[in-house]
């Protein structure tokens, strides 16, 4: 029996040759989405893409074992009520050959078919945990009595401040979370050379062009633009006949400062101008035939943006750009010593892996990003292998796309038809940025909120809200609202808990009456698990219910 889309599913489902962002809330049939236009491309009777040019993404084996049996499991179906059609067969019989896998068996795929254009032995193995662990560890030693031993005093001077008077697990910490992060760039030395660009940074106009000001800049600027975005709403609500007319000044009041933080062009601008954002209290006016919802939405989500920005504003602020620059002179000596100690424990564990000939999952995404992209002297060309994969594949469908980071963002877009010929975009991404869990992996979930800033403004894209949960009752969705709305915000989880991301209920599901469910109230219980008791002791508090 056909199945009842919504018409943003629907949408989904067919809207090609564009990039598409489809924000999907918990419980909305992403996945099935994401199996029927897979289903609907490879069995169009009349422009069908076999199964083997799309690249499916999951995030888990798992997902990708679960993904191939959905997609084979209806083609079977269909295959019952046409079993004398040849394509339907030719499908199913492809469906194990397809790319439908984790990035990182996307690209081990890569690099075994191309092995020869790189220093790699083709009998390499990919090493276990365990074995990294051993290698990291005595690399990290030989690295460290190394500097003992040389008389350098930049490297006392970061001893003495970060590490321990009994052992270096501190500065060794630190040197390993360096490492794990500039790895999840396409170009690690590079952006370690950044940051030590940043730390030896003596003017203001040095301090802008390094990349972490970059990346700061592009982050608080993106806030705004999203801020913005809603307080046109906002405004909108309150020119409404039974709108809260009283607050428009205030709101434009508000939209005039946004405006005047994305006319700056860099970090040390935009600070200079947020220092002398003010914000005017709210009209204390009743005004007649105001809808009371209306006003309360208007009030908290001005109260939230201010106390958000505040925040924001005062750890950026605190400091003017000339006294970060006397910070970083001041300090900027143990602070290049920790890049290059982490540098150098990058390259010395490259190297040991090699002399083995194992490599990790972060280097097969590494060696396969190299293939795609030729970098050179901060320019980025793609190679002709990229721009083969590009032409082949008709569709690069990506789930989970929240915990993506920037070396996978780099290597998908390389293979991604539309850097070619933007009017045929075929990049599909699939998340919710409010299930983004995985940033101590070094996920990136503003990749996501990037597009769903830029995507409507942009040609050729486009933002797909599923907004409906059919998993769930109204009373559990009202009551995940109300926890979420007040705990959830951009500097906790990214993104601002509105009304365009709340949980909205797509099925009426039948009133149980049994003693289970007398009444469909929903019960939280907190239970604190710090809390040291007795176990014979029944009547030690430990939890709470409401």
């Not at 092995?115 to 990919?126: A, E, K, S, T, V």
């Not at 009595?145 to 910490?173: H, V």
């Not at 002709?384 to 996978?408: C, F, K, R, V, W």
């Not at 907004?467 to 500097?491: G, T």
């Amino acid at each position: 029996m056909a199945r009842n889309w919504t018409a943003q599913q629907k949408r989904a489902i067919e809207l090609h040759n564009k990039n598409i962002l489809v924000s999907a809330a918990a419980g909305s049939g992403k996945t099935a989405v994401l199996v029927e236009r897979i289903i609907r491309m490879i069995t169009d009777p009349d422009n069908h893409v076999d199964i083997e040019r799309l690249v499916v993404v999951t995030f888990t084996n798992a997902a990708a074992a679960q993904m191939r049996e959905r997609i084979g499991a209806a083609l079977e179906s269909m295959i019952e009520e046409n079993p004398s059609d040849r394509n339907l067969q030719r499908q199913l019989a492809m469906i194990h050959m397809a790319q439908i896998t984790t990035i990182d068996s996307f690209c081990l795929n890569i690099l075994r078919n191309n092995y020869m254009n790189l220093d790699i032995d083709p009998g390499f193995r990919i090493a276990d945990q365990g074995e990294l662990e051993l290698i990291k560890a005595d690399v990290m030693g030989e690295l460290l009595e190394k500097y003992y031993a040389g008389g350098n005093e930049d490297f006392y001077a970061l001893i003495n401040s970060y590490s321990g008077k009994k052992s270096d697990k501190a500065i060794e910490d630190l040197i390993n979370k360096i490492y794990n992060y500039a790895r999840s760039y396409p170009w690690p030395h590079e952006w370690l050379q950044s940051c030590i660009d940043t730390g030896s940074a003596s003017t203001v106009d040095e301090f802008n062009e390094s990349l972490p000001a970059q990346y700061l800049f592009d982050y608080v600027t993106k806030y705004i633009q999203g801020s913005r975005e809603k307080f046109r709403r906002l405004l909108d609500i309150c020119k409404d006949v039974a709108g809260p007319d009283m607050y428009i000044d205030n709101i434009l009041s508000d939209l005039e400062g946004m405006d005047m933080l994305l006319n700056t062009e860099n970090i040390s601008q935009w600070m200079e101008t947020a220092a002398r954002i003010q914000f005017t209290d709210l009209s204390r006016k009743r005004g007649s035939g105001v809808d009371p919802d209306m006003k309360e939405l208007v009030r908290n989500s001005r109260t939230k943006y201010r106390d958000s920005f505040r925040k924001i504003r005062d750890r950026l602020c605190s400091m003017s750009v000339e006294e970060y620059l006397r910070e970083l002179s001041a300090n900027g000596a143990p602070l290049r010593m920790l890049i290059t100690l982490a540098s150098e424990y990058m390259d010395a564990v490259d190297a040991a892996k090699k002399e083995k000939n194992i490599i990790d999952f972060n280097d097969i995404e590494h060696m396969a990003c190299s293939l795609l992209v030729k970098h050179e002297k901060g320019t980025d060309e793609y190679t002709q292998l990229a721009d083969d994969l590009a032409s082949y594949y008709g569709e690069i469908l990506i789930d989970e796309y929240q915990d993506s980071n920037m070396l996978q963002e780099m290597i998908l877009t390389a293979v991604s038809r539309g850097r070619l010929d933007s009017s045929r975009n075929n990049l599909f991404m699939v998340g919710d940025v409010k299930q983004s869990i995985y940033k101590f992996r070094l996920a990136r979930p503003e990749l996501f909120l990037d597009k769903y800033v830029k995507y409507p403004d942009a040609d050729g894209c486009e933002v797909i809200e599923l907004r409906n949960n059919f998993r769930s009752r109204s009373q559990v969705l009202y009551s995940v609202n109300s926890v979420f709305e007040k705990i959830m915000h951009r500097e906790c989880g990214g993104i601002e808990y509105t009304e365009d991301v709340r949980l909205n209920p797509g099925l009426e599901f039948a009133q149980r009456t049994d003693s289970g469910m007398m009444d469909n109230r929903t019960s939280i219980r907190l239970a604190d698990l710090n809390i040291q008791y007795d176990e014979d002791d029944v009547n030690t508090p430990r939890e709470c219910e409401g």
